[in-house]
T-cell receptor, first 111, second 112 residues
Framework: EPEVTQTPSHQVTQMGQEVILRCVPI?????FYWYRQILGQKVEFLVS????????KSEIFDDQFSVERPDGSNFTLKIRSTKLEDSAMYFC?????????FGSGTRLTVV | GENVEQHPSTLSVQEGDSAVIKCTYS??????FPWYKQELGKGPQLIID?????GEKKDQRIAVTLNKTAKHFSLHITETQPEDSAVYFC???????????FGKGNQVVVIP
């Protein structure tokens, strides 16, 4: 069964450093998403991406965040200058239209 | 924006009994309500969903009910098994808008 894959599974970074979280969506999917879950809190929408551009973003997705689909298969989330409060589980998802399918997540720890 | 609340936060059931998880939502324009199951170390997996033009949907031991007037929807798991132990998330969105608003999650523990 096709699945969304995310790498790395766990990343530790120093505050102020840039991180790139990587995702390989399901190959025939057209919509791509990033969500995050801070420990003990709800899963929160960050951004959706369709037709090579951001289709929607939340108030969390500020100028420190960016997304890219660099080569037609990968979908990346970049955080330019990480803060302690960026520590969370980051989930990538993709869908044909509805029914986003989620990857296993990247646990980002900012120290 | 949409706000989804989920109750209870933890639910323990004896194997073979039923489990019910309830969610409420705030946006009357929401019309798509998926449920996700998350096992340890994995991402949320879609297990069932319902659209606002139906009141109930079943898939084997899992069913979801929707009350649009009251703005709440529920997940029912019958004949629970140990492999049903997981965190269950409800979510809501407007169909055509792929932005899901999630509940906080419910830890279901099935006691053998």
């Amino acid at each position: 069964e096709p699945e969304v894959t995310q790498t790395p599974s766990h990343q530790v970074t120093q505050m102020g450093q840039e991180v790139i979280l990587r995702c390989v969506p399901i190959s025939n999917h057209l919509y791509f998403y990033w969500y995050r879950q801070i420990l003990g809190q709800k899963v929160e929408f960050l951004v959706s991406f369709y037709n090579n551009e951001i289709s929607e973003k939340s108030e969390i997705f500020d100028d420190q965040f960016s997304v890219e689909r660099p080569d037609g298969s990968n979908f990346t989330l970049k955080i330019r200058s990480t803060k302690l409060e960026d520590s969370a589980m980051y989930f990538c998802a993709s869908s044909e239209r509805l029914h986003p399918l989620f990857g296993s997540g990247t646990r980002l720890t900012v120290v | 924006g949409e706000n989804v609340e989920q109750h209870p936060s933890t639910l323990s059931v004896q194997e073979g009994d039923s489990a019910v998880i309830k969610c409420t939502y705030s946006d009357s324009a929401s019309n798509y309500f998926p449920w996700y199951k998350q096992e340890l170390g994995k991402g949320p997996q879609l297990i069932i969903d319902i659209r606002s033009n139906v009141g109930e949907k079943k898939d084997q031991r899992i069913a979801v009910t929707l009350n649009k007037t009251a703005k709440h929807f529920s997940l029912h798991i019958t004949e629970t098994q140990p492999e049903d132990s997981a965190v269950y998330f409800c979510a809501a969105s407007r169909e055509g808008n792929n932005r899901l608003a999630f509940g906080k999650g419910n830890q279901v523990v099935v006691i053998p």
